[in-house]
């Protein structure tokens, strides 16, 4: 496997002391990757600022002329919890950017799948302004231009970040070309995703939410993967997968109550990867969104990587897997199946 990974320490300067989406979730990153040796084995691509139409396929103009005024006078806020200072208009051009390079030496041919390691996350900016952490919809920008200019028809949407990713959702809500799956804790910020929200118009039934209860783990999120999103993604048959790939479900994140250990991360993401190679040549590309315990990210973008790569280090978990018990979820999966009408049956 060619791995391709982008990386531009300038995201680095978009940060705000004490604010839990701050530097130091990628500069610890990027030391964990340094210190391993994986880089030598990945292929790196340059991250370029992202061309003002990519972003306005999916952002209204008004919003990213505000976002850019805003920066230039030195910042301010998009909402109570989304800071803006001097350097998060570039920033965050360069935060889409990256996935978008990532994605292009995917679809060109030159790397099988690939990871942007990149901030401000993007999962909950609106069409109209920036929400939750998040400036530009990093993802969104980014099916819209594999559509665009490489002229893909249907791009399948992943996000198996701990919050909702509304923002996503919004975006291609009534849209069949790009099918949303997303996973996270409910009820939970930012209150959106529940069961019944499924996609409106031609896009009906093309948003798919599984709302998790407090306390799911390894098992559960597996098993909604393996009984809801594999039929999904079969009868979609996607010819890209994106990954919005938020570690703040790990057991020991500060922001949730979730129970997946890094070792559970690793399974979902080579269950999206066997699905990548079954519909779509293994072209899949992932992104980070959340995850704010700075000792578990590493590790978990580490293995991650090596997951992507098939590296035969394998998992990195000095944490293990969360103590006691783990909810049931399987009442809300066959709910779920019913819904988008996969039938009653648990197999799959
Ligand atoms: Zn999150």
Redo the contacts with the bound molecule.
């Keep these: 496997m060619t791995t391709v990974l982008a990386y531009d320490p300038f995201n680095l300067q978009h940060t705000y002391y004490g604010h839990p989406e701050n530097s130091g979730r990628l500069a610890g990153t990027w030391a964990r990757l340094q210190a391993d040796g994986i880089l030598a084995r990945l292929r790196r691509v340059e991250s370029q600022p992202a061309a003002i139409e990519a972003i306005t396929a999916v952002h209204s103009a008004e919003y990213v002329a505000a976002l850019e005024q805003m920066a230039a006078r030195g910042g301010g806020r998009v909402d109570p919890d989304t800071y803006v200072v001097g350097a998060t208009w570039q920033a965050s051009l360069l935060a889409a950017g990256g996935l978008l390079a990532v994605v292009d030496s995917v679809l060109n041919g030159k790397a099988d799948n690939g990871f942007a390691l990149v901030r401000p996350?993007g999962?909950?900016a609106r069409p109209h302004t920036g929400m939750?952490?998040c400036l530009l919809g990093n993802v969104a920008i980014t099916a819209r231009h594999a559509q665009k200019t490489h002229g893909l028809e249907r791009v399948l949407i992943v996000d198996f970040?701990?919050?909702h990713g509304n923002g996503t959702q919004e975006m291609f809500w009534d849209d069949p070309s790009v099918l949303v799956f997303n996973t996270?804790q409910f009820p939970y910020?930012p209150g959106s995703g529940s069961l019944d929200e499924t996609g409106a118009g031609p896009g009906q039934g093309y948003t798919v939410n599984l709302p998790l209860p407090p306390g799911v783990g390894d098992e559960g999120y597996l098993a909604a993967f393996q009984q809801v999103l594999a039929p999904v993604a079969r009868r979609f048959q996607p010819e890209l997968i994106l990954l919005s790939a938020?570690y703040?479900?790990h057991w020991m994140d500060p922001?949730?109550q979730e129970r997946l250990s890094v070792t559970g991360y690793a399974a979902l993401v080579e269950e999206v990867m066997g699905l990548a190679e079954e519909l779509c040549g293994g072209r899949l590309v992932t992104t980070l969104?959340?995850?704010?315990n700075l000792d578990v990210l590493p590790h978990c973008v580490l293995t991650t990587l090596r997951t992507l790569s098939e590296d035969p280090a394998g998992v990195s978990d000095p944490f293990g897997p969360a103590p006691g018990q783990e909810a049931d979820i399987s009442e809300l999966l066959a709910a779920a199946r019913r819904v988008h009408g996969l039938g009653d049956s648990r197999n799959r």
């Design positions: 996350p999962h909950h939750g952490f970040d701990v919050h996270h910020y938020g703040d479900a922001l949730a969104e959340g995850g704010y």
